[in-house]
């Protein structure tokens, strides 16, 4: 089992920045993929950002050169730098983690006002 925990999530006006943790803890595997997905109301959830030591950094087109994906040296917390925010990425942020398994976090909110 691996266990997420999310934090950084709030209220920001348009242009503004914020950014979001996620750590791991419990049976962590080396070889994983960490990432972020959103979930909008009314709308299905979709990807924002993965990173992994196999295949690097992949962004959903919508955030390409405003958000960036980063993990620690240890592994074990990935952060979400969201830059230039739009109302559009007004969502809940959900932490991911991928071995042999999905986890997700319990999500935090993020609110863009226009």
């Known amino acids: 089992q691996v266990q997420l925990v999310e934090s950084g999530g709030g209220f920001v006006q348009a242009g503004g920045s914020l950014r979001l943790s996620c750590s791991a803890s419990?049976?962590?595997?080396?070889?994983?993929?960490m990432g972020w997905y959103r979930q909008a109301p009314g709308k299905r959830r979709e990807l924002v950002a993965t990173?992994?030591?196999?295949?690097?950094?992949n962004y959903a087109d919508s955030v390409k050169g405003r958000f960036t994906i980063s993990k620690d040296r240890a592994g074990l917390t990935v952060y979400l730098q969201m830059n230039s925010l739009k109302f559009e990425d007004t969502a809940v942020y959900y932490c991911y983690y991928r071995d042999c398994n999905d986890f997700w976090g319990q999500g935090t909110q993020v609110t863009v006002s226009s």
């Open positions: 990173i992994s030591s196999v295949s690097g950094t």
């Open positions: 419990g049976k962590i595997l080396g070889f994983n993929v």
